[in-house]
């Protein structure tokens, strides 16, 4: 069993920045894919970025070259640096992180997510 612990959200002002900070206890040389996710009131959860165990990277289009994603395999964390923050930045975020796949689909986990407001 994985529990992922989430950090680092708060207020900034457009153009500002923030770094999230994500750390899993449990089996996390388990671990394959973690990443951030961010959700709206009404809308979905959608993928930020992701990072495999191997460093492998993916960004939505929206914030590739303004925040940058980290891993530390051997300390169960993960980074997000957010740099440049817009307003439409504005969500909770959410750490995910995924033991591969069994019969039953994705094993997968989610921290309680952190609150990201970008506001003058």
């Known amino acids: 069993q994985i529990q992922l612990a989430e950090s680092g959200g708060g207020l900034v002002q457009p153009g500002g920045s923030l770094r999230l900070s994500c750390q899993a206890s449990?089996?996390?040389?388990?671990?394959?894919?973690m990443g951030w996710y961010r959700q709206t009131p009404g809308k979905q959860r959608d993928l930020v970025a992701e990072?495999?165990?191997?460093?492998?990277?993916r960004y939505v289009d929206s914030v590739k070259g303004r925040f940058t994603i980290s891993r530390d395999n051997a300390k169960g964390t993960v980074d997000l640096q957010m740099n440049s923050l817009q307003p439409e930045d504005t969500a909770i975020y959410f750490c995910?992180?995924?033991?591969?796949?069994?019969?039953?689909?994705?094993?997968?986990?989610w921290g309680r997510g952190t609150q990201v407001t970008v506001s003058s």
């Open positions: 995910n992180a995924d033991q591969g796949y069994n019969r039953a689909g994705k094993i997968e986990y």
């Open positions: 990072i495999t165990y191997g460093g492998a990277i």
């Open positions: 449990g089996a996390i040389r388990a671990l394959n894919t």
